[in-house]
């Protein structure tokens, strides 16, 4: 098994005005799927992220407030899985409530070969 990371861009993390109710049923989707995951020996970790953040860039090192970016490019969090291979990952990564609220999921392979 080889090891991914999703993670998560605008969806949920894009839309703030929802009810308590409404943000709580949708959590419960995340919590079932990602013990869906877990059930199936596919889930590896994750963390939800805060909106807030600092970037830090160039050979200056400049330090500056952010990420500010439009809503749909919002990274909201990530998981990693465990997978055969991409095409299993992209399957895995269907399967996520962020779909529900137009988001997106970047899948990338963690890179092994320097651990």
Known sequence: MKEFLLLFRGGDAANP???????QQHMMKWKAW???LAQMD???GGQPLTQEGKV???SA???TDGPFVEGKEV???YIVIRAKDYNDAIEISKGCP????????E???IDQRNM
């Open 61 to 63: 090192k400049k330090v």
């Open 42 to 44: 596919k889930f590896n």
């Open 56 to 58: 830090i860039w160039g």
């Open 75 to 77: 990274v909201g969090g």
């Open 98 to 105: 962020i779909f529900e609220h137009d988001g997106i999921v």
């Open 34 to 36: 990602m013990e869906k």
């Open 17 to 23: 005005n929802r009810s308590p109710e409404q943000m």
């Open 107 to 109: 899948v990338r392979e």
